[in-house]
């Protein structure tokens, strides 16, 4: 039993809307399109896309299909600019955080539970994914990390941002 042309559409329509996600999200995360998971997200979302098609010609397929890697590629070349955005920003004002973090301790005398209580604009936002700058406060400390493939940047109350080399 085959399933319903509607039903086909539907899926279809889900899958190029999954093909535009996926790419996004594997873009902001700095996936590589050749990396494993990179590779079989799109060969997935696109070979489905197209299996799913409702139509029984193999060239409206084969458009289908052509959509389908149009928005994954398009939408992760997208979600890589944005965590590129989130990186530069991260290396440029991560000082201006730790500044407005001594600011609030100062005001408040004590750090804030989250980095949204401060009153600058944070860096490294990304839509999909988390942002890429994280706080942690430990008592009259903090830390404030961001990750860049195996490098891992972090700073302290009283230590400013350094790169430390992460294994993998």
């Known amino acids: 039993m085959g399933l319903s042309p509607a039903l086909r559409q539907g899926l279809c329509l889900s899958c190029l809307g999954?093909?535009?996600?996926?790419?996004?999200?594997?873009?902001?995360?700095?996936?590589p399109l050749g990396s494993l998971t990179g590779a079989a997200a799109l060969l997935i979302l696109v070979f489905g896309?197209?299996?799913?098609?409702?139509?029984?010609?193999?060239?409206?397929?084969?458009?289908?299909?052509?959509?389908a890697l149009i928005l994954f590629l398009g939408s992760w070349s997208a979600g890589q600019a944005t965590d590129r955005r989130a990186y530069a920003?991260?290396?440029?004002?991560?000082?201006?955080?730790?500044?407005?973090?001594?600011?609030?301790?100062?005001?408040?005398?004590?750090?804030?539970?989250?980095?949204?209580?401060?009153?600058?604009?944070l860096p490294g936002r990304r839509l999909l994914l988390p942002d890429?700058?994280?706080?942690?406060?430990s008592g009259d400390d903090y830390e404030l990390?961001?990750?860049?493939?195996?490098?891992?940047?972090?700073?302290?109350r009283h230590l400013p941002f350094s790169a430390q080399r992460q294994e993998p």
């Not at 920003?89 to 001594?102: F, K």
């Not at 990390?145 to 302290?156: I, K, Q, Y």
């Open 89 to 121: 920003e991260c290396l440029e004002r991560g000082e201006e955080v730790r500044a407005a973090l001594e600011v609030f301790r100062h005001k408040q005398g004590r750090y804030p539970d989250r980095l949204a209580q401060l009153t600058v604009e």
């Open 18 to 31: 999954a093909a535009a996600l996926v790419g996004w999200g594997l873009g902001e995360g700095g996936i």
């Open 49 to 67: 896309a197209g299996g799913l098609a409702p139509s029984p010609q193999r060239r409206e397929k084969y458009y289908v299909m052509a959509a």
């Open 145 to 156: 990390t961001f990750f860049r493939g195996n490098l891992r940047f972090a700073a302290g």
């Open 132 to 137: 890429l700058l994280r706080y942690r406060r």
